[in-house]
């Protein structure tokens, strides 16, 4: 579960070192680092795939000796992440990391998970939803609860991280229900301006990937609803 947490900011802190300055990611960054986190990519693989970007990158600036934009989101390394996965495939990379640091404590102990995931459900039932995306909410929250009497032992994390994953999906589509329609079309087509840039890198099931994961995250956030995953146990 360490290495499964160090994923999102080992790969933030690749990025922001290899541009050379600080960079805080993007809505659409982060989705787009679910996105990989989802599909099994191995970190090893996003960070090396960084790494190629940004080499090619800086050689093609070298040859040209002239200043060139600076990169201005992850997305644009997402190619070369994407041939690092083909390679990693190929030489099984990544396959005897998820052992390291066991005799370590892990920042994920039950009691600390149970206060995580009733601070939760706290804050679901303050917020106010429309029809019917609050009876779904009440619901997630209620889970909450009952999950957190019994978070389970640390080899069981992953295990509870997915049921976080489908109780964040309903209440995402609790609230797709009850959005209206130019507040779709509105975050489709914010979605859609950032991600324009980085359409050559991108293939087309990565990039559907990603518009609804920043769709996801912006009705969260518009609605003030936690995220429930225990990666984000780690920002308390």
Request: charged share 25%; aromatic share 8%; glycine share 4%.
């Amino acid at each position: 579960m360490q290495n499964y947490f160090n994923y999102f900011t080992e790969i933030e802190e690749r990025f922001q070192q290899r541009r050379g300055s600080l960079l805080m990611l993007s809505t659409l960054d982060w989705a787009l680092i679910e996105t990989w986190r989802e599909a099994g990519v191995p970190l090893e693989a996003v960070l090396r795939g960084i790494d190629n970007a940004f080499d090619k990158h800086d050689a093609k600036t070298a040859r040209a000796g002239a200043r060139t934009r600076k990169v201005n989101g992850l997305a644009w390394c997402a190619q070369a992440v994407m041939e690092a996965v083909e390679q990693a495939k190929e030489a099984a990379i990544g396959s005897s990391v998820a052992a390291r640091n066991d005799e370590q404590e892990s920042g994920f102990e039950g009691e600390r998970v149970a206060r995580y995931l009733n601070s939760n459900a706290v804050k679901i039932e303050a917020v106010t939803l429309p029809a019917p995306a609050d009876t779904t909410a009440r619901d997630v929250a209620s889970r909450l609860r009952e999950l957190s009497a019994a978070p389970g032992e640390p080899q069981s994390l992953e295990e509870l991280d997915r049921t976080l994953s489908v109780l964040e999906e309903k209440l995402f589509a609790a609230l797709m229900t009850a959005a209206s329609e130019e507040q779709l079309v509105a975050l489709r087509e914010q979605a859609a301006r950032e991600l324009a840039p980085y359409k050559g890198k991108m293939q087309a099931v990565q990039i559907k990937q990603v518009q609804q994961q920043f769709l996801q995250k912006r009705l969260l956030e518009h609605y003030k609803l936690p995220r429930l995953s225990l990666f984000y146990m780690s920002h308390e």
